[in-house]
């Protein structure tokens, strides 16, 4: 259960992009064809290794309506990644891209890691969006890109993973402060803040609290 | 500037007479003031007097100053006086509580803090400038700023949390207050955010989002846990609105690794005797409470089942169900705290194995030692104890049988006779104890208990009949079940016979055996049907759920009946319920525990849920018996009745016909089977077949993928250069080489044969050509050909006519007589000569 690193993702996009599925294929290994409608926010939660370093990793899987679009701004702040999603079978999903990575570039920390995913490749006779047009959008706006199927669960594993390397390695560049929870980065409970290096901490708040069992 | 003062003094004076009229005066003065002066010092001044004003003279400052203050707090926000001030006096016109120096006392009912605040969020960016203040580290502002927000929230929560859901970052401001050193604004914000918090999934989220349980707990441990003051209370009370109903927090919650710091909280030394015992401070009792109540929000029964049994493993992994169950056996814990903790051990091994055998293996201290399962329902049967400590000791027990097949064995076992007649007491002695106890509540407690060990469990209910008892000296041991009829019988303490007839009612549902020895026993249907039959009480409620059980009794012991005991065949009791009873009257009866709102109440949640002694007469999981089975019995009964009607009424038709129908019918539906089941079959097999398929097209997909993967590649690296080519891609170049080769060998061939075929194409173009032409040639010489004839035609005229001409002249030459031979043969020449040049 101990973990080096916690990281905060969100993932956000258009309704009906996936979103819930990317995150449930991720957390449970199972794809749900039917899925509800996310009522404003939802959480999920897994472990993964990194660098041979346990990394924890809190999903925060947003709804895609507009109308909780409020709702779910206040979740940029405190994230270390996001992935944003579009649906490769609508094109307007892909269009509404800019405006989602306003928002989020907006209200975000500068720093913040987001991954484009190209979803549901899985329906490649459907397509609308060409895999380059999501590479060129990526490579204009500085985002990894990847397309991905939460139905097959083709790439979703690298999805969340190559995210997590990418905010790992700014870690160790020392671009994230990471004793300010507000990055979205927590140091694991037997970890002492001082090891990553290079931290001129401005007084633990939140990385005080030792001890416990875990 | 000297007529406000007076004015001032004469309002701070000792003139009540005057000081109304005076005061709104003032009010309206100083709002002017403070709307219109251009000094920011008079402003403030203004504004430091409405807020003196503001308490005493609460309605005219609010009905008057909204805007002017509003207004303050937009153009002087640079100023921290001045908004301190303005907030303060917002503060003060939107309290909710009525201030005792009030002059408008009357209006007390109005909820004047209320109505201000309904004014002052009329403009949309209100609550926004406020939460902008929250930044502001001055005290002088963010103080009055947090405490202004919290009135308005108590005025007008709903409207309050959707304004500060939808405005950026408003729950994340408030929460970076969380960290702020000045314990007042950490305190005063955490009363906040128990408000804002109340009843908004979507705030819950954000606020756990923004690290709330580590800051919550930051601040637990600083205040001293379980130990701590009001505040950690206050801690508790927003953890538990955070968790409670919501299940994304609730799985945050497990995730975070947060369920493991509850434990030390609950490791409460031990109370060591001759240190001075102080006992438990009310604080540190409510503290308890709220950590107790945190954890059942996390595996509260109405919760989805996979998550409580991950709450429950990591409950029991992380040492929380131990300190739990060492605060149940520790001494000089308060009776209410004893409670509580005794439903939060109930919920958190409630239908989870290993945790019902962990409390199962809890020994209590006691001499001898005792399970703790034991001497907690020593104290259910003991009258002595408080009734809800009782209660929780029911709960307790019922949830350590839930679903718990050794459990249940494990109690009826020790009812059943044993080699060695073990010393030490049982559960089940205890139990039956409490079955034959005067207490008619542990009557209750008791049976109930017992029938937790028999749900869903057929083998423990034949068990159970083998129980015997033994009575008097000197007479013959009874059954258990005979010994509960005659307690049924015999009693009349109404408690105790709702207890029997629950344990009865699952006894006997679902197993024949047992409604074979009930239905046995003298004069069990034969009391049953006369406490139906009877008139009196219908309007008691206790009544009511008596006839109620009976009925329902009753009908179990039609529809589970084996017709095995000859006088109460299944057709005779039902021939019983229409003469002694009605069909009517039944029905009415068994219905009638579900028009009661004790029904509703006591299926809603398996805690037994009674106030007080007198109202404990329903269990949940009878409740649920009894929806699950009403309509079947009804049913059951009806169709019996039907049965026996027809049997009378369609006598003469023959047995044996309807036995054929239903033979026919079986067979058909046999056939039917048969069809539908090699259809299936047929089915599956196909679809393995195509599953098969799939795979195959799937993997040479794949094939066909990475091939295309590898030539594009390879034709990458070609374009690159050729000198790379040699050294790497060698064996895939020739491959694609050799590809390209043949398929230019190919373009050849096909090539050649075009050619062939345009040339073939070319010659037939010749001929056809040739052909025309001398087909036009064939023409042109017909038409000379005709040309010829018609000249030749023309000279044969002519010749002929020359002919007769001839002769002509050779007749008138013989007429004459000169020199004819010669002339003749000329002309003959000529005739001869002339068609064969022409030919």
């Not at chain 2, 080769?741 to 056809?768: F, W």
Request: with cysteine; hydrophobic share 40%; proline share 3%.
């Amino acid at each position: 259960m101990s973990y080096a690193y916690l990281f905060k993702y969100i993932i956000i996009g258009d309704t009906g992009v996936g979103k819930s599925c990317l995150l449930l294929q991720f957390t449970d290994k199972r794809f749900q064809p039917v899925h509800d409608l996310t009522i404003g926010v939802e959480f999920g939660a897994r472990m993964i290794t990194i660098d041979s370093k346990q990394i924890k990793l809190q999903i925060w899987d947003t709804a895609g309506q507009e109308a909780f679009r409020s709702i779910t701004r206040s979740y940029y702040r405190g994230a270390a990644g996001a992935l944003l999603v579009y649906d490769i079978t609508r094109r307007e999903t892909f269009n509404h891209l800019t405006t989602w990575l306003e928002d989020a570039r907006q209200h975000s920390n500068s720093n913040m890691v987001i991954m484009l995913i190209g979803n549901k490749s899985d329906l490649d006779s459907r397509r609308e969006v060409r895999r380059e047009e999501g590479e060129a959008f990526a490579r204009e706006h500085g985002l990894v890109f990847m397309e991905t199927s939460a139905k097959t669960a083709a790439n979703v594993e690298e999805a969340f993973i190559n995210t997590a390397k990418e905010i790992y390695e700014k870690i160790q560049e020392g671009v994230f402060d990471i004793n300010n929870e507000a990055n979205g980065i927590k140091i694991g409970p037997q970890h002492s803040p001082t090891s990553p290096g290079g931290l001129a901490g401005t007084g633990g708040q939140g990385s005080a609290q030792g001890g416990g069992c875990c | 500037m000297e007529y406000f003062k007076s004015s001032l003094k004469s309002v701070l004076g000792t003139t009540p007479a005057d000081t109304q009229q005076t005061g709104a005066d003032t009010v309206e003065r100083l709002v002017d003031r403070l709307q219109s002066s251009s000094l920011l010092d008079d402003r403030r001044d203004a504004c430091r007097a409405l807020k003196a004003f503001s308490r005493t003279y609460r309605v005219e400052v609010g009905a008057q100053g909204m805007d002017a203050l509003r207004q303050v707090l937009e153009m002087d926000r640079t100023d921290c006086e001045i908004i301190g001030l303005a907030l303060d006096t917002l503060c003060n016109i939107t309290n909710p509580e009525m201030f005792d120096e009030e002059v408008d006392k009357h209006s007390s009912k109005n909820k004047i803090g209320e109505q201000f605040t309904e004014i002052f969020i009329k403009h949309s960016d209100s609550v926004g400038l406020v939460l902008a203040f929250l930044e502001d580290f001055d005290f002088r502002v963010r103080w009055p700023a947090l405490k202004l927000l919290t009135h308005l929230l108590a005025n007008r929560s709903k409207d309050i949390q959707e304004i500060i859901l939808v405005s950026p970052m408003g729950v994340s401001k408030l929460m970076d207050l969380l960290s702020d050193s000045r314990e007042v604004i950490r305190n005063d914000v955490l009363l906040l955010l128990i408000q804002l918090t109340k009843g908004n999934a979507n705030i819950q989220k954000i606020v756990a989002f923004e690290n709330a349980f580590d800051r919550i707990f930051d601040v637990i441990e600083q205040e001293g846990n379980a130990d701590g003051g009001i505040v950690v209370e206050d801690c508790l009370l927003l953890m538990l609105n955070l968790l409670r109903g919501n299940v994304s927090n609730q799985n945050f919650f497990k995730e975070g690794s947060y369920i493991q710091k509850l434990t030390p909280m609950f490791q409460i030394p031990n109370e060591i005797e001759d240190n001075n015992f102080d006992g438990w401070s009310p604080q540190k009792v409510s503290n308890v409470h709220c950590m107790v109540q945190v954890v059942r929000a996390l595996v509260a029964p109405s919760a989805p089942a996979q998550a409580v049994a991950a709450c429950q493993r990591t409950m029991r992994a992380c040492g929380l169900l131990q300190a739990l169950c060492d605060i149940l056996m520790a001494s000089g814990v308060p009776a209410d705290v004893l409670t509580e903790t005794i439903n939060t051990v109930a919920e958190v091994i409630r239908g989870n194995a290993s945790n019902q055998e962990f409390l199962a293996g809890v020994m209590a201290p006691s001499t001898p030692p005792r399970p703790a399962i034991v001497v907690l329902l020593m104290s259910m049967v003991n009258e002595k104890q408080p009734f809800v400590l009782r209660c929780s000791v029911l709960y307790c027990f019922q949830c350590f049988l839930y679903k718990n097949e050794v459990g249940q064995t494990q109690l009826v076992q020790t009812l059943l006779p044993q080699g060695n007649e073990a010393p030490s007491l049982t559960t089940g002695q205890l139990l039956c104890g409490g079955l034959f106890s005067i207490d008619s509540l542990s009557n209750w407690f008791s049976a109930v208990a017992l029938s937790h060990a028999l749900i869903e469990n057929i083998s423990q209910k034949e068990q159970l009949l083998r129980v015997l008892l033994a009575t008097n000296i000197g007479k013959p041991p009874v059954t258990l079940m005979q010994q509960c009829v005659m307690l049924l019988q015999q009693g009349n303490k109404t408690q105790c016979k709702l207890g029997l007839l629950i344990l009865l009612c699952r006894w006997t549902s679902y197993c024949p055996l047992a409604v074979k020895s009930f239905l046995a026993i003298d004069s069990s249907v034969a009391y049953l049907t006369a406490l139906l039959s009877s008139q009196e009480n219908n309007d008691d409620l206790q009544e009511t759920l008596l006839q109620s059980m009976c009925a329902l009794l009753i009908g179990i012991c039609v529809h589970f009946n084996d017709d095995s005991v000859p006088t109460y065949t299944k057709e005779k009791v039902c021939n019983l319920i229409e003469n002694r009873i009605g069909w009517e009257k039944f029905q009415d009866a068994i219905g009638g525990i579900a028009r009661h709102e004790i029904y509703s109440r006591t299926l809603k949640h398996p805690q037994p849920s009674a106030k007080n002694p007198s109202e404990l007469l329903l269990d949940h999981e009878f409740c649920r018996l009894l929806k699950s089975l009403e309509g079947v019995i009804i049913k059951s009964v009806i169709d019996a009745n039907n049965e026996n009607r027809n049997q009378l009424s369609v006598m003469n038709l023959p047995d044996n016909t309807l036995i054929s129908q239903y033979k026919d019918l079986i067979r058909e539906q046999d056939i039917q089977i048969q069809r539908l089941n090699q259809a299936n079959n047929f089915l599956t097999k196909e679809k393995q077949e195509f599953e098969v398929q799939i795979q195959e097209l799937r993997s040479a997909v794949s094939h066909l993928r990475d091939q295309n993967l590898v030539l594009r590649a390879a034709q990458a690296n070609i374009g690159d250069g050729k000198e790379k080519n040699a050294s790497s891609n060698d064996l895939d170049l020739e491959k694609e080489l050799q590809t390209y080769k043949t398929m230019v060998a190919d373009l050849e061939n096909r090539l050649a044969e075009y050619m062939h075929i345009m040339q073939q194409h070319n010659k037939d173009k010749e001929i056809k050509e040739s052909h025309l032409e001398l087909i036009s040639q064939l023409k042109l010489k017909i038409d000379e050909l005709e040309k010829l004839k018609k000249d030749q035609e023309a000279l044969l005229e002519l010749l002929t006519d020359q002919d007769s001409k001839i002769t002509l002249y050779k007749e008138r030459l013989i007429e004459l007589g000169d020199k004819i031979e010669s002339d003749e043969s000329s002309g003959e020449l000529d005739t001869d000569d002339q068609p064969e040049s022409s030919n």
